[in-house]
Structure formats: structure tokens, C-alpha cells
């Protein structure tokens, strides 16, 4: 139990295009989910906090107009890269909680902006 | 402010060998404990976690950790390792008093060699 899913693994875009990237707790319910970004041989570092049928809360530093995020239903959430930059090339994971402070991680996705 | 450090980049060891990695944590709530395993390109994986109780607490993988609150450390043990466990190994505070938000340490590298 408790699996959250990405798609795309991997995804390689033109600079100023668009990208979604979709995360999916696929056995459970999640009320809250979080976006992480991890650059190369780094820690990861939280971008927001998703919210089923609420906006999303953003760290401080994270563009809100660049990384759109939409809870839509509580097994899915989105984070749409907007005109995307090569600065903007990470891997990106989401995670999704149970119950409490437990969170469960998917697979990641590889943006590569060229 | 919230912070987890790991003081080991990279650490080597051989096969069949013990281990332990080192966490220890700054945080102004009543924490929870978390070690998490990640494989090159691949999302994060649970190995244990510490909410209260028994400080000593068993996880997947043979893996334990335990939780010393004197000392703000939470480290990580495995008595024999195997080839397998080569990974970086990240360990996580988080807390409902913070909106379970999780703060990462800068992740350890382990090698293994036979």
C-alpha cells in the first residue's frame, strides 16, 4: 500500500515551453501533498505544499507563477513548469501523506530544459 | 530554524561490515524522525521512522536507528552490510506542529566494497 506514482519519468522540453508533471497516490487518499525539487547531489528542498481544494502554499523563494500547482481531486496533483527555463532542469518529487506526518515519496521526474 | 545535519558526505565500507550514519537535528517542536534510502534516479524509499516510544526503532532492510534526545541525534545502523545497501541515505525531521513539512540533511553517499 501507500504507492504514489509520476508521470513523466522523464521529460526534456524547449526552453519557453510548458511542462505538467502529475503525482498519484494510487491506493490512498491524500488531503496533502508536497513538491520537492532536487538538484544534482543535493538534498531535497520543499517547493510547496499542496492542498486538496485549496491553493497552494509555496516556500519562500519559489515562484508561484512559474510552478503552477493544482490539487484537483485528493489523488492527483500537478506541477506545471511554466516557460521553462535550462536553470529550471532538476528532478523533481512529489509525496503524498497518509496519515500524520508520514510521507510517501514517488519515483521523481527528470526535467531537462534545452 | 528547523535543520538536519548529516556531517558525512560519503562513506565507504566493506562488505559484510557494520554501519552507521549520523543525524543529528535542530527543531523547535516535538519532532518526528524519519531515514530515507534513495537509489541514483529513483525517488525516496521509507527505512524507518520515530514518532515516540521505544527510542530503538527496527526498519526495512535490516536497517535501525536510534533516537537520543540529549544528544538531538538520531543515527542510523545496519550490522552487516550488503553490496545492495550502496545508496545515498537521507534523514528527515518533520512535525503536525509545522504542518508536516519535512527539512532534509544533506544526504550520505554510502559505497560498498567487496
Known amino acids: 500500500g501507500a504507492v504514489v506514482s509520476q508521470h513523466p519519468s522523464r521529460v526534456i522540453c524547449k526552453s519557453g515551453t510548458s511542462v505538467k508533471i502529475e503525482c498519484r497516490s494510487l491506493?490512498?487518499?491524500?488531503?496533502?501533498m508536497f513538491w520537492y525539487r532536487q538538484f544534482p547531489k543535493k538534498s531535497l528542498m520543499l517547493m510547496a505544499t499542496s492542498n486538496e481544494g485549496s491553493k497552494a502554499t509555496y516556500e519562500q523563494g519559489v515562484e508561484k507563477d512559474k510552478f503552477l500547482i493544482n490539487h484537483a481531486s485528493l489523488t492527483l496533483s500537478t506541477l506545471t513548469v511554466t516557460s521553462a527555463h535550462p536553470e529550471d532542469s532538476s528532478f523533481y518529487i512529489c509525496?503524498?501523506?497518509?496519515?500524520?506526518?508520514?510521507?510517501?515519496f514517488g519515483p521523481g521526474t527528470r526535467l531537462t530544459v534545452t | 530554524a528547523q535543520s538536519v545535519t548529516q556531517p558525512d558526505i560519503h562513506i565507504t565500507v566493506s562488505e559484510g561490515a557494520s554501519l552507521e550514519l549520523r543525524c543529528n537535528y535542530s527543531y523547535g517542536a516535538t519532532p518526528y524522525l524519519f531515514w530515507y534510502v534513495q537509489s541514483p534516479g529513483q525517488g525516496l524509499q521509507l527505512l524507518l521512522k520515530y514518532f515516540s516510544g521505544d527510542t530503538l526503532v527496527q526498519g526495512i532492510k535490516g536497517f535501525e536507528a536510534e533516537f537520543k534526545r540529549s544528544q538531538s541525534s538520531f543515527n542510523l545502523r545496519k550490522p552487516s552490510v550488503h553490496w545492495s545497501d550502496a545508496a545515498e541515505y537521507f534523514c528527515a525531521v518533520g512535525s503536525m506542529e509545522y504542518g508536516n513539512k519535512l527539512v532534509f540533511g544533506a544526504g550520505t553517499i554510502l559505497r560498498v566494497k567487496s
Open positions: 509525496s503524498a501523506i497518509l496519515a500524520g506526518v508520514e510521507q510517501y
Open positions: 491506493d490512498f487518499q491524500a488531503t496533502t
